[in-house]
C-alpha cells in the first residue's frame, strides 16, 4: 500500500568504520554506543533536524495512501531517535509496536508538512493528489447516498399518502366532490409519483400546491365522516 517502492540498500564500510562511526556520532569519544541521536544533531538546527529525518524515512520509512488510515511511520533503533521527531514541532506518536520503536504520523496535513520539510516534493504531490481523488470520490459517494435516501423517503412518505387517500375514497363514496374524487384517484393510481408528477399528469395540469391541497380536503373530509359514522379514519396505525 506504500507509495514509494524500490529494494533497500546496506551500505558495508570494513575499513575504517570505527572512525566512520565516531564522524557520525554512533559511538562516542570511549567508543560507547550513542543511544539516540549525536549531542551535535540533537542541539543542532532545524535543518539538521530535517535531514535526520529525511534520512530515516529514506532508511526505514513507509508511506501509505491517502484515506482513513493513512499514515507515515518510520522504524526507529530505539526510544530515544524517536523522540527526535519532536525537534520538528510535528503532531507524531512514538510507540513501540511488536518489539520495534515507530514514530507514527497519521494527520493528512502533519504528513503533507513532513514529506515538504524533507524535501519529498515529488512524493508529496503524488500522495496529495491521490488525497484529492479520494476526497472528491467520498464527497461524491455521500452526496449520491444523501440522493438516494431522499428518494426512498419520498417514495415511501407517497405509498403511505396513498392509503390514507383510497381509505378516503372508502369512507366517502359517492359523497367526495368530483374534483376531490379526481385528484385522490390520481394518488391512488400513481402510488410513487411525487406532488409535481401528479400535477403533470391531472387533466387539465395542476401545480403541486392545488394538487396537495384536493388531496388534503379530501382526507379531512373522509376523517370527518368517519368520525360521525364511529368508524376508522384515515390516519394508518404505527408500526412498533
Not at 36 to 51: F, I, K, T, Y
Not at 65 to 89: H, K, M, V
Not at 162 to 172: D, F, G, K, T
Request: hydrophobic share 40%; net charge positive; charged share 30%.
Amino acid at each position: 500500500g506504500g507509495l514509494r517502492g524500490g529494494g533497500r540498500y546496506i551500505v558495508r564500510v570494513d575499513h575504517g568504520g570505527e572512525a566512520l562511526a565516531r564522524q557520525t556520532g554512533l559511538l562516542d569519544l570511549r567508543g560507547r554506543p550513542v543511544r539516540g541521536l549525536p549531542p551535535a544533531v540533537v542541539n543542532g538546527s532545524l535543518q539538521d533536524a530535517e535531514a535526520v529525518m529525511r534520512g530515516a524515512f529514506l532508511a526505514h520509512g513507509s508511506l501509505t495512501e491517502p484515506g482513513r488510515s493513512s499514515s507515515l511511520e518510520i522504524t526507529c533503533p530505539g526510544p530515544e531517535a524517536a523522540l527526535a521527531a519532536r525537534r520538528l514541532e510535528i503532531i507524531a506518536k512514538a510507540r513501540e509496536v511488536r518489539g520495534t520503536d515507530r514514530v507514527v504520523v497519521r494527520d493528512g496535513e502533519t504528513i503533507s508538512q513532513l514529506l515538504e520539510r524533507m524535501g519529498a516534493t515529488s512524493t508529496l504531490t503524488t500522495w496529495r493528489e491521490a488525497r484529492t481523488r479520494k476526497e472528491v470520490r467520498a464527497t461524491a459517494n455521500r452526496l449520491a447516498n444523501f440522493d438516494d435516501a431522499n428518494l426512498r423517503r419520498s417514495a415511501q412518505a407517497a405509498v403511505a399518502a396513498s392509503a390514507r387517500v383510497e381509505r378516503a375514497l372508502q369512507i366517502l363514496g359517492h359523497e367526495a366532490p368530483d374534483h376531490l374524487r379526481y385528484a385522490g384517484e390520481l394518488r391512488v393510481l400513481h402510488k410513487h409519483a411525487s406532488l409535481d408528477e401528479l400535477g403533470r399528469l391531472a387533466d387539465p395540469p395542476m401545480t403541486k400546491d392545488a394538487i396537495a391541497g384536493r388531496i388534503r380536503r379530501l382526507l379531512v373530509m373522509a376523517d370527518k365522516r368517519a368520525s360521525e359514522l364511529g368508524v376508522p379514519g384515515t390516519e394508518l396505525p404505527r408500526e412498533d
